[in-house]
């Protein structure tokens, strides 16, 4: 682990461009696909299950890039895009808790959407609490996530699922 236990906007981008730990090690999407502004909390030991537990955080503003497009005239936060950000922060746990590859979502066991990111809302924070993590041929992380909008709970996802791969897994087409 790197120690360090929370992360900035410029931190996170840099890990977009190089890798946490640089090249070969799991990056980030960089703006506009980074789905938050920083992490305030990542842990190995806390959380529901004592294994991780890490806390984001994105501001939102009406001019976010998905407002104008998702749908024009009824601007909504697209949930795919909440959903994809609870799947980033369980990769990035996976580099930051010392394990190589590149991440790559697998999937979910559930996901249930109870409200929704309008441009009037002012933040969303992420919350993700790591179940288990598998370390052999491939790395795999499991977790549930939380996603709340000005402090009300909107999305649940159960088994988010994150495999680290490398990149000669990735270009014979292994996923």
Same mark, same amino acid.
């Given at each position: 682990?790197?120690?360090?236990?929370?992360?900035?906007?410029?931190?996170?981008?840099?890990?977009?461009?190089?890798?946490?730990?640089?090249?070969?090690?799991?990056?980030?999407?960089?703006?506009?696909?980074?789905?938050?502004?920083?992490?305030?909390?990542?842990?190995?030991?806390?959380?529901?299950?004592?294994?991780?537990?890490?806390?984001?955080? *994105? &501001?939102?503003?009406?001019? @976010?890039?998905? =407002?104008?497009?998702?749908?024009? %005239?009824? #601007?909504?936060?697209?949930?795919? !895009?909440? *959903? &994809?950000?609870?799947?980033? @922060?369980?990769? =990035?746990?996976?580099?930051?808790? %010392?394990? #190589?590859?590149?991440?790559?979502? !697998?999937?979910?066991?559930?996901?249930?959407?109870?409200?929704?990111?309008?441009?009037?809302?002012?933040?969303?924070?992420?919350?993700?609490?790591?179940?288990?993590?598998?370390?052999?041929?491939?790395?795999?992380?499991?977790?549930?996530?939380?996603?709340?909008?000005?402090?009300?709970?909107?999305?649940?996802?159960?088994?988010?699922?994150?495999?680290?791969?490398?990149?000669?897994?990735?270009?014979?087409?292994?996923?």
């Amino acid at each position: 682990m790197t120690g360090q236990n929370s992360y900035t906007k410029e931190e996170l981008i840099e890990c977009g461009m190089n890798g946490l730990r640089g090249p070969g090690t799991a990056q980030l999407p960089v703006p506009p696909m980074l789905m938050f502004d920083r992490i305030t909390k990542i842990t190995s030991d806390e959380g529901a299950y004592n294994k991780g537990h890490i806390i984001a955080e *994105l &501001d939102v503003s009406e001019d @976010l890039w998905f =407002f104008d497009c998702h749908f024009p %005239g009824d #601007p909504v936060m697209p949930g795919c !895009l909440g *959903l &994809d950000a609870l799947w980033q @922060l369980v990769g =990035f746990f996976l580099t930051w808790s %010392g394990e #190589p590859g590149s991440g790559r979502a !697998l999937g979910a066991k559930e996901i249930k959407f109870s409200g929704q990111v309008l441009p009037s809302a002012k933040l969303v924070r992420y919350e993700i609490d790591i179940r288990r993590m598998m370390r052999g041929k491939l790395v795999l992380g499991i977790a549930n996530g939380t996603m709340y909008c000005d402090d009300r709970k909107i999305y649940e996802a159960s088994d988010l699922r994150v495999g680290l791969f490398s990149r000669d897994a990735l270009n014979a087409g292994a996923m």
